[in-house]
């Protein structure tokens, strides 16, 4: 018998970021059976879960790839509309609430990607402070697009238009379905707490499995010196298109997971403008750049604090922006970078003493 073979260090690291999150849902559901938390806390599960998801996925685009982009709520409006569409359009044709969900999460997925690499040929040519500009003006373009967009359905099939309902010319018996600044109202609330956890650990497992492959040092080393990394023969557009069109495409799932736990889907400056975008940023800086473990946990402590902090409604903005900035300062700081140095070089010296 050999000896068996040594776990690697990322895939140590992998397991231990899997390990955390499921017991983190364990304990939420045990407290949330046990009625311990309140319905207040309770409804804010699935945000956190699709706040995590975009948080992670937006991490492979400004962490590992080492680019800005700050039109990831865009992506996540495109997700959002396109399966709240596809599932207000079959609420009666498929009746399993389970298989209407899936397909509606893969066509959200699937036409988020397309944007994705869409969007992502002509941008990623640009870099730097430009890359974050048209990315944010993409962000703002869908958001103003599914704001002046009107979609009917009849016997005829679809109608469309850009002014208003009258301009749809439907029969008496038609329904509209996107109705501009209204939004798509009545879509079937298919999104739990499980499957949101669900799609937590997909993501994890595509990201973490991107960083850790070949494709995933590629994208590093375009990252870390794109000159070197092009003269050793790295296609750099496939691979910063690859990494672009994965967070895009993750980004349409946190979406759908958004559409489908609200019954009224409206394309505001909260919901996907520019807004929404910078605060998966902070969750992204907040947590560490290129830190998935680190972006999971800045989006669960800034989700639920504002939630915790409720019940001092005066203070409760101000606690918030203490938090950001000792949390900012913590992760940041020479200082501290050297102090946490130091603290774990202790650690693993006292633990080879007791070995």
Not at 64 to 69: D, Q
Not at 81 to 92: E, I, P, T, V
Not at 167 to 175: I, K, Y
């Amino acid at each position: 018998m050999g000896m068996p073979k040594k776990m690697s260090k990322n895939t140590k690291s992998s397991l231990i970021t899997y390990g955390i999150v499921i017991a983190a849902y364990i304990i939420m559901q045990v407290l949330i059976s046990t009625g311990s938390i309140s319905s207040l806390m309770e409804g804010l599960m699935v945000p956190l879960c699709y706040y995590i998801i975009l948080a992670v996925s937006l991490n492979l685009v400004v962490g590992i790839l080492g680019e800005l982009s700050l039109g990831h709520a865009g992506f996540m409006c495109v997700g959002a509309f396109s399966s709240a569409f596809f599932s207000k359009c079959m609420r009666d044709v498929i009746t399993v609430d389970g298989l209407r969900f899936f397909l509606a999460l893969l066509i959200g997925v699937a036409v988020a990607a397309v944007f994705g690499i869409l969007i992502g040929i002509p941008v990623l040519r640009l870099k730097g402070d430009y890359l974050a500009i048209v990315t944010l003006a993409f962000g703002e373009i869908i958001k103003n697009l599914v704001n002046v967009l009107y979609i009917g359905k009849d016997r005829g099939g679809f109608h469309f238009s850009t002014k208003d309902v009258m301009a749809l010319n439907m029969e008496a018996d038609g329904t509209v379905i996107v109705n501009g600044p209204q939004g798509i109202t009545g879509t079937p609330k298919d999104a739990t707490f499980f499957i949101g956890f669900i799609l937590i650990l997909i993501t994890l497992f595509i990201v973490m499995n991107l960083i850790n492959s070949r494709d995933g040092r590629a994208i590093m080393s375009i990252r870390d010196n794109r000159i070197a990394a092009e003269s050793v023969g790295i296609n750099i557009t496939k691979y910063k298109l690859m990494a672009f069109t994965i967070s895009a495409a993750l980004a349409g799932a946190a979406g759908v997971l958004y559409a489908h736990n609200l019954s009224t889907l409206t394309a505001n400056t909260n919901n996907f403008g520019y807004n929404q975008s910078i605060m998966i940023l902070v969750f992204v800086v907040l947590g560490g750049i290129g830190s998935i473990r680190g972006s999971i946990i800045a989006a669960v402590i800034l989700t639920l604090l504002p939630e915790m902090l409720r019940g001092l409604s005066d203070y409760r903005m101000l606690i918030y922006a203490i938090v950001l900035i000792v949390m900012m300062l913590f992760n940041w700081a020479p200082k501290a970078i050297e102090w946490r140095e130091k603290y774990l070089r202790f650690g693993r010296k006292k633990k080879e003493a007791v070995k």
